[in-house]
């Protein structure tokens, strides 16, 4: 398993489990990534952050330092 910030352009992964506490975890799981959702990363900043992803139908952008707390599997 891996973090969403090391997951490559193109690909589809399924949330394992969210890392972080607080005003982060909540933040995190009110733009709708739970355990069990599935991400695609659709594209990355030119300098890799923001992260470009199709969450639950809609198109959200977190930054890298968000989706390293984001433990995710193919």
């Known amino acids: 398993m891996h973090t969403l910030k090391e997951t490559p352009c193109g690909k589809t992964v399924t949330v394992v489990k969210l890392h972080g506490t607080g005003a982060l975890r909540r933040r995190i799981m009110d733009m709708g990534i739970t355990k069990g959702t599935e991400i695609f990363v659709r594209k990355l900043a ?5 992260i470009e992803l199709n ?3 809609y ?3 977190i930054r890298r330092s968000e989706a390293e707390n984001i433990e995710v599997a193919d």
């Open 55 to 57: 969450v639950r139908g």
């Open 59 to 61: 198109e959200l952008s």
């Open 46 to 50: 030119p300098l890799g952050d923001p």
